[in-house]
């Protein structure tokens, strides 16, 4: 599975939009990309994924640029509640299981 | 609905000793995964059970440690004679038969090995 690149760490103020990148510039044709969040001691919550197109849904935006060389989680509306640790995974459909990198860890502040 | 079930949430136990660890996947998921996380680390991957085929067990860090899993329902993971570089928190995961869908993930088993 290709490797990502994502920022160790983020600020972002309550009610701004959170945008989160991540670099994947090898990954395949056949690869998706996932993002999903780790709130302290819980265990990981999927967000959202996609192949190329561009994706929504209540919780995020995914914006996968037209070489899917990268990509960029959008929280429309940033919380407190969205302070966590963000993973932008690269998964091949064949290899099945995910593999994470060290993830963004995002603050929100007040 | 119910989600991924994870017991014992808390297990401490003394270097040398065998454990236990059970995954109660989402009903319907074929696909069935263990992962770890040191404290302050990211996950690693351990093993992956999907329908029948045989196991991806190319995470697995020593042949301490193993697993089972019963049909398309509960697993367990094993980790015989515990040491001290086993404490971590143990999450389990499934997802459904194709392999785009996501996982859902447990809230693990905080592992203690004094």
């Known amino acids: 599975d290709a490797k990502t690149t994502q920022p160790t760490s983020m600020d972002c103020a309550e009610g701004r939009a959170a945008n989160l990148p991540c670099n994947h510039s090898?990954?395949?044709?056949?690869?998706?990309v996932y993002w999903y969040r780790q709130i302290h001691s819980q265990g990981p919550q999927y967000i959202i994924h996609?192949?190329?197109n561009n994706e929504t849904n209540e919780m995020a935006s995914l914006i996968i640029t037209e070489d899917r060389k990268s990509s960029t989680l959008i929280l429309p509306h940033a919380t407190l509640r969205d302070t966590a640790v963000y993973y932008c995974?690269?998964?091949?459909?064949?290899?099945?299981?995910?593999?994470f990198g060290q993830g963004t860890e995002l603050s929100v502040k007040p | 609905g119910a989600g991924v079930s994870q017991s014992p949430s808390n297990k401490v136990t003394e270097k040398g000793k065998d454990v236990e660890l059970r995954c109660d996947p989402i009903?319907?998921?074929?696909?069935l995964y263990w992962y770890r996380q040191r404290l302050g680390q990211g996950l690693e991957f351990l093993i992956y059970?999907?329908?029948?085929?045989?196991?991806?067990k190319s995470g697995l860090p020593s042949d301490r440690f193993s697993a089972e899993r019963t049909g398309e329902s509960v697993s367990t993971l094993t980790i015989q004679r515990t040491q001290q570089e086993d404490s971590a928190v143990y999450l389990c995961?499934?997802?459904?038969?194709?392999?785009?869908?996501?996982?859902?993930f447990g809230n693990g088993t905080r592992l203690t090995v004094t």
């Open positions: 059970f999907q329908g029948n085929s045989a196991p991806d």
């Open positions: 090898t990954i395949s044709g056949n690869e998706y």
């Open positions: 996609g192949l190329k």
């Open positions: 995961a499934s997802s459904w038969t194709g392999r785009e869908s996501p996982l859902h």
């Open positions: 995974i690269v998964r091949a459909l064949e290899s099945g299981k995910l593999i």
């Open positions: 009903s319907g998921h074929t696909a």
